[in-house]
C-alpha cells in the first residue's frame, strides 16, 4: 500500500496498518504547528513551505491541507492559531495567524 493509499484508507477509517496516525484532532502535526506558532503573529506560504519550516518530514502536505480544513476550528478554539486558505494561480495559500502571541 503507497503512503497515498494509506492516507486515503485513514480517512475513511480503514486503516489498520501500524505506524500511521489517524486524521484527527490528535494527529502529531498539531503539536507541532503549535509549537511552531508560539512566538510567531502569523505566517504565510503553501503547505510544503510550512513543512520545511517547522522540519516535519513524516507528514505530506496533502494531508496537512487536509488537517488544516478539518480541524480549523479546533485549532483555534484550543490554540487560539486562525487558518485561512486562499489560491493564487496554482498554488494554495495557507495564512496562519496566532490570535494568543502578544
Known amino acids: 500500500m ?3 493509499q494509506q492516507i486515503v484508507a485513514e480517512a475513511l477509517g480503514k ?6 496516525p489517524k486524521l484527527t484532532e490528535n ?3 498539531f503539536g507541532k504547528l503549535k509549537t511552531f506558532m508560539v512566538n510567531k503573529h502569523y505566517w504565510m506560504g503553501t503547505a510544503t513551505d ?3 519550516e517547522m522540519n516535519d518530514t513524516n507528514t505530506p502536505p496533502n494531508t496537512v491541507t487536509k488537517l488544516l480544513n478539518k480541524f480549523s476550528f479546533d485549532l483555534y478554539c484550543s490554540s487560539g492559531i486562525d487558518v485561512n486558505f486562499r489560491r493564487t494561480n496554482r ?3 495557507i495564512e496562519l495567524y496566532n490570535k494568543k502571541q502578544s
Do not use: M
Open 15 to 20: 486503516n489498520k496498518l501500524d505506524g500511521y
Open 50 to 52: 510550512l513543512l520545511t
Open 2 to 4: 503507497t503512503k497515498g
Open 27 to 29: 494527529h502529531p502535526f
Open 91 to 93: 498554488r494554495r495559500i
